[in-house]
């Protein structure tokens, strides 16, 4: 089994932590002097970078959440000007605005060198030929494996996501061998070849790459048998840095999570304490490196556990598991984050009624689905066809603006959507993941 940076990926466990600790350090001094939102907030707490001495002095620091992005938005978490950096990404915001990050050249170097780590820890080389079907855009995923991908010297074809036929001309053509993907997606490639009757075994393909969204055990077990490949999972978090925080090597016990780059911690949601090794909480991260964007004690929401046991492949580095959820409410549709309070916003700026409402996600096939029902009020025209077509549509439209996500939406009967002590219940996820 091959290993992109032996040196820091199989670091004794002192070592990682003296250089942890020194680069946590740099990193403090950093925000403390450049970013505005960091050194008022320290100073409120009366800390001052010098204050943190070891490892677990982080815990005295506060905790950054995505909420503040937006209230900085969209660079007043900067840590350089504007003229040092190089790319801007940016991902879906709760409230209608995204958050906005943004690398140094260094940045991107450190960025493709954490994408070729797990690139490498899933068996890829530079003899692969490596499919891209993330979309191109604002997202950090195509782009960050796609200069994983050409750092390691593999060939890399940037299909970008959609059109399912060519996407598999495309694989049978170029002998593609690396497959990067959602999990949903490489299930509804899968379907597709079934349906054109293509064998799947008869390709040159042997190992998919697949973020962006929650996945399960028994996904991975039907992926692995339907396209007869070796399915790996990779994590990452846009305002952290994107694909690349942690990702699976051949073993596929949990991600090893770069801690040369990032420190994690596992904290009670409810109470932000941080929790002893082994414990199920929310993933709060640090980031080590990072010249643009820097994080300090990042809540991503994500709930998970880690695990410091040795990996049978050789690196030191923890392992975190597959992610089992969000802290909050949000939900992941066709890999794009989705709040609900966002479709609730949506329809209440719709004619300014406050509608009961309902959403229900469900998986058709290998596709998140997301329909939205509305319960019939006076506002809603419910006696006229036509008025009701021309409501259904506006919403549909300002729904996909908004989210990048298509909706159905449905119109139901007067208190159809239950009520749980007063309140509608209103979500259902029909999802098994
Ligand atoms: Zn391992």
């Avoid at 260094?106 to 993330?134: E, P």
């Avoid at 199920?280 to 080590?288: F, I, K, M, P």
């Amino acid at each position: 089994m091959q290993i992109w940076e032996p040196e820091y990926e199989c670091m004794p466990r002192e070592e990682i932590e003296q250089l942890q600790l020194e680069r946590l350090q740099a990193t403090l001094n950093r925000v403390y002097k450049n970013v505005t939102c960091y050194r008022t907030r320290f100073k409120e707490m009366g800390i001052v970078p010098e204050d943190v001495r070891s490892l677990a002095d982080l815990a005295k620091l506060p905790f950054t959440t995505k909420e503040d992005l937006r209230l900085n938005y969209p660079y007043g978490m900067f840590a350089v000007p504007l003229r040092e950096v190089v790319r801007i990404h940016s991902s879906s915001g709760t409230t209608g605005k995204p958050t906005v990050v943004g690398y140094t050249k260094h940045d991107l170097k450190v960025w493709s060198s954490l994408v070729a780590r797990f690139m490498t820890a899933a068996g890829v080389n530079s003899d692969d030929v490596v499919q891209i079907a993330f979309g191109y855009g604002l997202f950090t995923g195509a782009f960050g494996l796609h200069y994983g991908s050409e750092m390691i010297g593999a060939s890399v074809i940037p299909m970008g996501a959609g059109n399912t036929e060519k996407q598999i001309m495309i694989m049978q053509d170029y002998r593609t061998t690396a497959l990067v993907s959602t999990p949903s997606y490489a299930v509804t490639i899968a379907e597709r070849m079934e349906k054109m009757g293509i064998d799947p075994k008869g390709l040159t393909l042997k190992v998919g790459l697949f973020g962006g969204e929650p996945w399960s055990e028994a996904m991975r077990r039907e992926i692995e048998e339907r396209l007869g490949i070796t399915a790996t999972d990779n994590y990452g978090l846009s305002e952290v840095i994107g694909p690349g925080v942690a990702g699976e090597c051949q073993c596929k016990r949990g991600m090893h999570i770069s801690e040369d780059h990032f420190i994690a911690e596992i904290i009670d949601p409810d109470t932000g304490a941080v929790l002893p090794p082994g414990s199920v909480g929310e993933l709060v991260l640090t980031s080590l490196t990072k010249e643009a964007f820097p994080m300090v004690r990042y809540r991503t929401r994500d709930i998970t556990s880690l695990d410091y046991e040795k990996c049978d492949c050789g690196r030191t580095m923890v392992r975190m598991k597959k992610t089992m959820g969000r802290s909050d409410d949000m939900l992941i549709i066709k890999g794009v984050n989705v709040y609900p309070s966002q479709i609730e916003d949506v329809l209440f700026a719709i004619e300014g009624c406050q509608p009961h409402y309902q959403l229900v996600v469900d998986r058709k096939g290998a596709l998140d689905t997301l329909e939205i029902r509305i319960e019939v009020t006076e506002n809603i025209f419910f006696d006229e066809m036509k008025k009701q077509k021309a409501f259904l549509d506006k919403v549909e439209k300002k729904i996909d603006s908004v989210l990048g996500v298509g909706a159905v939406v449905k119109l139901v009967e007067p208190n159809s959507i239950p009520r749980a002590e007063g309140k509608a219940c209103r979500v259902i996820d029909n999802r098994k993941i």
